[in-house]
């Protein structure tokens, strides 16, 4: 339960309550996140179990990029908490940031967006076969549709790559004009 002031109340033994910062809590879900790399890391790295093999296997460098986001969203939210920048629901730092943070925390936001377009991208564009499904539930419809084409994926995610250079264009110019304001 948050107090009001700064600080989580958690209920501890015997009643009595432990006051945590607000900070320690959100870099703790930060550290938790960015540790969400490690299962696509080690599956890429052939350490860790996974299905069989299929003729149609995505390369391995996709699930690097995968555990990448994981660990570059982390890693940004306790760059930001740290900062003292949690409470800033436009995503920057405070202005109070030394430079270096926050050239170091563009390079987080802009690795994460570029991440994710050629992830996007690989799916809509990449050599060999997609499969799709497609499952939607409202009340007591419900559709599933297996194997609902390639196509259809292949556009689905085209757009999303689309729009996802899009953004990582936009975020490079909102860092350019940041970093380089015109006098």
Known sequence: MFTGSGAWSIGGQNGR????SRKTVIATVALTWALGCIPPWLAASGLLPHGPASSDQAPV????IFGLVFFLAGLAVIVKTLAGGELDAGGGLPLTAPRAVRAAYDVIVTAIVV???TLFSWVAF???ARHFSVYAEGGVNSVSLDGSGEMSGRVAFGLAAILGWVIVCSVMVSIARRWFPRR
Do not use: F, N
Not at 17 to 20: E, H, K, S
């Open 115 to 117: 991440s994710l377009a």
């Open 126 to 128: 990449g050599a060999g």
């Open 61 to 64: 460098w996709l699930a690097w």
């Open 17 to 20: 309550t432990m006051a945590t």
